[in-house]
């Protein structure tokens, strides 16, 4: 079944973009909403926003406006474009289903860092 495999990450200036990748095996992900997460340092792990396989999407709050998911369904990618990034975005980026129950937690992957900073 695999992992979800993150990229992108990367230390940008405030009010700059970034724009993150997830790869994943197609039976962890065709048929789910899928959902990209941060955990910043001594937090826990929340979630930024979601997408449905029929690209319906909902953002955390301190998100909406800035960021956009979208997922690719013939290629199995779901995608973060992170603009306007503040410092308090700094975390480190992951995707999973959403949302996460137990039978989730194998399919972690690393994650990505994201750091914004001057």
């Known amino acids: 079944q695999g992992k979800f495999v993150e990229s992108g990450g990367g230390l940008v200036q405030p009010g700059g973009s970034l724009r993150l990748s997830c790869a994943a095996s197609e039976s962890i992900f065709s048929d789910y909403v899928m959902g990209w997460y941060s955990q910043a340092p001594g937090k826990q792990r929340e979630l930024v926003a979601s997408?449905?396989?029929?690209?319906?999407?909902n953002y955390r709050n301190s998100v909406k406006g800035r960021f956009t998911i979208s997922r690719d369904n013939a290629k199995n990618m779901v995608y973060l474009q992170m603009n306007g990034l503040k410092p308090e975005d700094t975390a480190v980026y992951y995707c999973n289903q959403a949302p996460v129950y137990s039978m989730q937690y194998k399919y972690w992957g690393q994650g990505t860092q994201v750091t914004v900073s001057s």
């Open positions: 997408i449905t396989t029929a690209g319906e999407t």
